[in-house]
């Protein structure tokens, strides 16, 4: 039957591209043994490291990323780096370790590290003290692990693929391997309806019992500690604007009638469709619309066709340079996250002197951190229109409002890093080292 099927398809679907349904339709009412393909049900992103013996004696600090491209970067993986790289400083300057970035993709262009001081390196043992091992799907996604790696990981998948090398570590080398140290910078599950991934994300937090965790703002923090997962040691830090964005920002600069939108559709946590109805809404309800333009950065996408001639215009992903740019340009920002996590974005909207709207949730209310946000209680394209609205009339009212608004927390500019728990960290592996 498949043979048959087969011969036969190839001879349809040469003379009509239109019937190539007919081939879908013969599919599925095939029986599973003569189906002439097997679909295979994986999570490509756990895809395990191929982990071998190294007979190195030297301390090595290892940090976990899905990639270091600089167009796949997004906030999380730069904040990991830096947590690692702050982590790396203290070991390297007291020992005679050495630092490895594994990243699951291959280096295909810029990269966020600076690639003359970090060696890109094989398979097998290197000397260099700054390794990147590129550890893609493709490869043979082979390791060298001693019983002296220690693994820093961010996102949940790095985490599995580090908890998997722990294990292999303490079968091969006979002693319980370092802590895992866990850079927790959201509530993951939330990226998915309830499912495998979820349950795959969640476990990373249950199984805690040899992870330092290090939480990506007191909120989230928090927001874990309520919900009753526990870790063998907890840290957190408070986000901090990125050097390159506050270098270009100048709040002072006059603004025009523009709305920015941090738009990125494939975020649903970013809730972008409702960002999109309640513009419409506004455009449809608003007598001020003619004078407004709409701008979405964050993610390539259509434009959206709103009401009265408007349209959510897409620019993508900007540079840093740009897009400090365009919110100094603009009058109004609407940044939305459903998640415990404070979100850089409506910050560094409000820091730039644009009148920001986001969201509150689950005791996340951002309106406390700087008289530029509004907050609002239910995300609902009613309850965003009229803020739209309000943030409207006040910028007709005083084009400078934006300008004059306060910040009501410190840490988000403060230069210094102020925190001790890199330290703690860092002692706390030297530690394990000697013992």
């Given at each position: 039957?498949?043979?048959?099927?087969?011969?036969?398809?190839?001879?349809?679907?040469?003379?009509?591209?239109?019937?190539?349904?007919?081939?879908?339709?013969?599919?599925?009412?095939?029986?599973?043994?003569?189906?002439?393909?097997?679909?295979?049900?994986?999570?490509?992103?756990?895809?395990?490291?191929?982990?071998?013996?190294?007979?190195?004696?030297?301390?090595?600090?290892?940090?976990?990323?899905?990639?270091?491209?600089?167009?796949?970067?997004?906030?999380?993986?730069?904040?990991?780096?830096?947590?690692?790289?702050?982590?790396?400083?203290?070991?390297?300057?007291?020992?005679?370790?050495?630092?490895?970035?594994?990243?699951?993709?291959?280096?295909?262009?810029?990269?966020?590290?600076?690639?003359?001081?970090?060696?890109?390196?094989?398979?097998?043992?290197?000397?260099?003290?700054?390794?990147?091992?590129?550890?893609?799907?493709?490869?043979?996604?082979?390791?060298?692990?001693?019983?002296?790696?220690?693994?820093?990981?961010?996102?949940?998948?790095?985490?599995?693929?580090?908890?998997?090398?722990?294990?292999?570590?303490?079968?091969?080398?006979?002693?319980?391997?370092?802590?895992?140290?866990?850079?927790?910078?959201?509530?993951?599950?939330?990226?998915?309806?309830?499912?495998?991934?979820?349950?795959?994300?969640?476990?990373?937090?249950?199984?805690?019992?040899?992870?330092?965790?290090?939480?990506?703002?007191?909120?989230?923090?928090?927001?874990?500690?309520?919900?009753?997962?526990?870790?063998?040691?907890?840290?957190?830090?408070?986000?901090?604007?990125?050097?390159?964005?506050?270098?270009?920002?100048?709040?002072?600069?006059?603004?025009?009638?523009?709305?920015?939108?941090?738009?990125?559709?494939?975020?649903?946590?970013?809730?972008?469709?409702?960002?999109?109805?309640?513009?419409?809404?506004?455009?449809?309800?608003?007598?001020?619309?003619?004078?407004?333009?709409?701008?979405?950065?964050?993610?390539?996408?259509?434009?959206?066709?709103?009401?009265?001639?408007?349209?959510?215009?897409?620019?993508?992903?900007?540079?840093?340079?740009?897009?400090?740019?365009?919110?100094?340009?603009?009058?109004?920002?609407?940044?939305?996250?459903?998640?415990?996590?404070?979100?850089?974005?409506?910050?560094?909207?409000?820091?730039?002197?644009?009148?920001?709207?986001?969201?509150?949730?689950?005791?996340?209310?951002?309106?406390?951190?700087?008289?530029?946000?509004?907050?609002?209680?239910?995300?609902?394209?009613?309850?965003?229109?009229?803020s739209v609205e309000r943030c409207v009339r006040a910028f007709d009212e005083d084009n400078q409002a934006g300008a004059k608004g306060k910040s009501r927390v410190d840490v988000y500019l403060r230069d210094d890093e102020g925190e001790t728990w890199v330290a703690d960290v860092a002692?706390?592996?030297?530690?394990?080292?000697?013992?």
């Amino acid at each position: 039957m498949a043979v048959w099927w087969k011969e036969l398809g190839k001879g349809i679907l040469r003379s009509s591209g239109r019937l190539s349904y007919i081939e879908a339709a013969a599919r599925h009412i095939l029986s599973a043994k003569d189906a002439p393909t097997i679909r295979t049900y994986e999570i490509p992103e756990i895809a395990p490291l191929r982990p071998h013996p190294s007979t190195s004696d030297r301390l090595r600090l290892n940090l976990l990323v899905p990639s270091i491209n600089l167009s796949d970067s997004y906030g999380g993986i730069l904040t990991a780096l830096r947590v690692f790289e702050r982590l790396g400083e203290l070991i390297v300057s007291s020992s005679d370790a050495k630092l490895r970035i594994v990243t699951n993709t291959l280096i295909r262009d810029a990269s966020i590290v600076d690639l003359s001081k970090w060696n890109v390196v094989g398979s097998n043992d290197s000397d260099a003290r700054y390794q990147v091992l590129e550890a893609d799907q493709t490869g043979a996604r082979a390791i060298p692990i001693s019983m002296h790696d220690v693994f820093v990981a961010t996102f949940w998948p790095t985490v599995y693929q580090a908890e998997r090398l722990r294990a292999w570590q303490e079968r091969s080398f006979g002693r319980k391997p370092a802590p895992l140290i866990y850079v927790i910078q959201d509530f993951e599950p939330g990226f998915y309806p309830w499912s495998s991934r979820y349950a795959y994300a969640e476990a990373t937090y249950i199984q805690g019992a040899n992870t330092i965790a290090i939480f990506n703002s007191a909120l989230l923090r928090a927001y874990f500690e309520k919900r009753g997962y526990s870790f063998l040691r907890r840290y957190h830090f408070e986000p901090r604007i990125d050097n390159e964005l506050r270098a270009h920002l100048n709040p002072n600069t006059p603004k025009n009638r523009c709305i920015v939108v941090y738009g990125r559709p494939s975020s649903a946590r970013n809730c972008f469709e409702t960002i999109c109805a309640g513009l419409k809404e506004w455009s449809r309800t608003s007598h001020g619309t003619p004078k407004w333009t709409i701008v979405s950065a964050g993610e390539r996408h259509l434009n959206v066709p709103l009401e009265n001639g408007l349209e959510i215009r897409s620019v993508g992903k900007l540079t840093l340079r740009d897009y400090a740019e365009l919110l100094n340009e603009s009058a109004i920002g609407i940044s939305l996250m459903l998640s415990p996590h404070p979100s850089y974005p409506p910050l560094d909207m409000a820091h730039a002197g644009v009148l920001t709207i986001t969201n509150s949730y689950a005791g996340k209310d951002l309106s406390s951190w700087h008289e530029n946000i509004c907050s609002i209680d239910r995300v609902d394209p009613g309850e965003l229109a009229k803020s739209v609205e309000r943030c409207v009339r006040a910028f007709d009212e005083d084009n400078q409002a934006g300008a004059k608004g306060k910040s009501r927390v410190d840490v988000y500019l403060r230069d210094d890093e102020g925190e001790t728990w890199v330290a703690d960290v860092a002692l706390e592996i030297q530690s394990w080292m000697r013992g």
